[in-house]
Structure formats: C-alpha cells, structure tokens
C-alpha cells in the first residue's frame, strides 16, 4: 500500500450522513443509496440495493459495538465508494452482540474489480479501521462530516 | 507466542479486514507475535513467508469461504473459526491459542 494514499481519502463528506433520520434498516439503507446515486457512486439504485440485501441474507453485518458495515458487489455501481451515517436513536439490526445500531458504513463496489486495485486497496485500509474501538468510538459521537473524516484518520 | 493465520470472508471487502485487525490488536495486547494474511477482493496482502509459518506456535484461520494455501499448514495446530467468532471476541480467541499452543 502506497503511503500516499489514506484510509480517509475513501470519505466524501457528500455521502457522510451524519443524525440520519431513520426509523429501521430499510429506511437507513434507502436513504445512504439514494445519496450515493446522487454523487455519482451509483447508477442504478434500487439494483444496488438488491445486491445489498442479497449479502444481507447471507449473515449479519453489524459487528457489534453499534455499528453495521451493509455492502454489496454491484454491477450497479459506478465507482467504489461508502456512505457513512450515524443515528440518534439506535435501529434494530442482525449484530453479532445485543445491541442494535447507531453507525452504518454502507460500502459500494463494482463486480469489475480489474480497473479498481487501488481503491479497493484503500477499501481495505479503511475497513481495517473499523476494526478499532477508538475509531468506532470517534464514528458514533461525529457531528460533522469532518469528524467522521477525522475518526478515520486516527492511526 | 508467535501466531499466524489468514482471514477470509464471502464478499472479501469488509469483514476479512476488520478480523485480521481484531485479532492483531488483541494477539499484541496479550504480548504475541502475529501476521495474519489477508484473502480478499484484491487478492493476498500481507503474504505469510515459510519462515512467518515455521516460526509460528500456532495457525489461526478465520474463514467463511475456501482459502488457498491452506496446505501450507500441514504438521501444524491450526484452528479455524469464522470472521465473525475474531471480530466478536477476539480476546477470547487468544486465550483459547494460548491454551492450544502450550499443549
């Protein structure tokens, strides 16, 4: 991994939703998808989701800890990118421990992976990153695109 | 303890990375020495070498999909969880290497 890059860089504050209304699951994913078509993430919205959902059926994504890493393999997606949104109120999800979620970080990545190495690279890097209490910590008390940016620039 | 092992997931984005760092972080914590590979959407990073495999006291594989090289551990303890088990109690785990690898 170039050093040139960051973990970070992945965020675009456009798709950072941070005291997302959302009163469940379907509603949260809803509205993470329809910002990430909006900024060009996504061509086709509803066939995202789809894959989303199919990945869903496979086996929880909330890692515990409230937060909930949904993604989907989609030919559907025009450029790798994630959403992130935090809650207000707790929503229910398949977690692996008791509690629901507050933090959703939605990933989007194409079914060609060829021309994308280096950004699923960063992918990576940045999905390692939620693999830290300090920086889910950092991710649930964001107020700001700019903190979520900052939780994730936390070494 | 030196401890390898490799982590692999269905979609190969997400979850296969969130484990290696779980079980780095917990594996550091209790004072072992530990790499885990990573097989992914991008293919393997952070290869382990014959001498990362020979060293180790102890392989840990947590998998949800066929890896490659799982032969490489032959003669070695290994013990394989799902991503799922690292990322939830990852401390845990480590105790239960502990255990395994002292026997």
Redesign the interface.
């Known amino acids: 991994m170039e050093e040139f890059f960051q973990a970070q860089d992945i965020i675009d504050p456009k798709t950072v939703l941070v005291h997302l209304e959302a009163h469940n699951k379907k509603e949260a994913l809803q509205k993470m998808a329809e910002a990430l078509r909006k900024t060009g993430y996504l061509k086709d919205t509803e066939k995202y989701l789809k894959d989303v959902y199919l990945?869903e059926s496979?086996?929880?994504?909330g890692?515990?800890g409230y937060i909930a890493?949904p993604?989907?393999?989609s030919s559907a997606v025009q450029k790798i990118g994630v959403a992130v949104a935090t809650l207000d109120e707790e929503i229910e999800w398949e977690t692996?421990?008791e509690h629901g979620v507050r933090g959703i970080v939605l990933?989007a990545?194409g079914d060609d992976?060829e021309a994308a190495?280096d950004h699923?690279?960063l992918?990576?890097?940045f999905?390692?990153?939620?693999?830290?209490e300090s920086v889910v910590t950092a991710l649930l008390n964001a107020d700001t695109a700019q903190d979520v940016q900052a939780a994730f620039s936390d070494n | 303890m030196n401890i390898v092992g490799i982590s692999a997931c269905t979609v190969g984005i997400a979850h296969t990375y969130i484990a290696q760092e779980k079980i780095e972080a917990a594996a550091k914590k209790a004072g072992d020495n530990v790499k885990i590979e990573t097989q992914g959407t991008i293919g393997i990073e952070n290869a382990l070498t014959d001498e990362d495999i020979a060293q180790a006291d102890i392989v840990i594989l947590a998998v949800d999909v066929k890896i490659s090289g799982e032969e490489r551990f032959a003669g070695k303890k290994v013990i394989k969880v799902s991503t799922q088990t690292a990322i939830k109690s990852p401390n845990k785990l480590i105790e239960k290497l502990h255990e395994l690898g002292r026997q």
């Open positions: 990945r496979k086996g929880a994504t890692i515990g890493i993604h989907g393999k692996l421990d990933f990545v992976d190495q699923l690279k992918l990576a890097l999905a390692r990153k939620l693999g830290r």
